[in-house]
């Protein structure tokens, strides 16, 4: 989706996004529950429990699938990375486009709820984006890509993540 300001070879390279620092897990892409179902039957972690993958979780906007990280570190350095269940180091990511979360599509932009408003942020800490004019950024949103972003947010609720401070707006929806 972000194809018209980053090269595909440029995130291959880098990889940043497809790594969980402890204290970045809330970074964590969120997965609908049918498509958590459909990985869950296939065998991405080696055989051991598919059950590993994924935790489900419920708030009020309904349920979704969590990649099960957590128990992946070997420290309690928060600066610890691990990578994406998904990710195979030397290939990129494993799932489909189909199955790809939508978090991962839209990478390094969120939807965000500020002030009882949802907002289309950059994540400041993505290296590839930060090269890029903030203009033409707000430009994709504005033209295309926004709405996109949006219309998604209003049947998946569970991709708005609470704004967090730093991240530069884009453009803003009223509730």
């Not at 869950?40 to 489900?56: A, M, P, S, T």
């Not at 009882?116 to 430009?139: F, G």
């Not at 708005?160 to 009223?174: A, H």
């Amino acid at each position: 989706m972000l194809s018209k300001v980053l090269k595909k070879e440029t995130c291959a390279d880098c990889k940043f996004c497809c790594s969980f620092r402890r204290q970045s897990l809330w970074e964590t892409p969120l997965f609908p529950v049918d498509i958590v179902e459909k990985l869950r039957k296939k065998d991405y972690n080696g055989g051991k429990d598919k059950n590993e993958l994924f935790v489900i979780e419920k708030d009020k906007k309904g349920s979704y699938g969590r990649m099960k990280l957590d128990n992946q570190y070997k420290t309690n350095n928060p600066d610890e990375e691990v990578p994406c269940s998904f990710l195979d180091l030397k290939k990129g990511c494993m799932l489909s486009d189909e199955d790809k979360p939508f978090d991962c599509k839209i990478w390094p932009l969120r939807i965000m709820e500020k002030d009882n408003q949802w907002v289309i942020a950059l994540t400041p800490t993505c290296p590839a984006i930060n090269k890029v004019d903030i203009e033409t950024m707000k430009a994709l949103v504005d033209n295309e890509l926004g709405q996109i972003i949006y219309d998604y947010a209003k049947n998946n609720h569970f991709i708005v993540k609470k704004y967090k401070e730093g991240f530069p707006i884009l453009k803003t929806y009223d509730l």
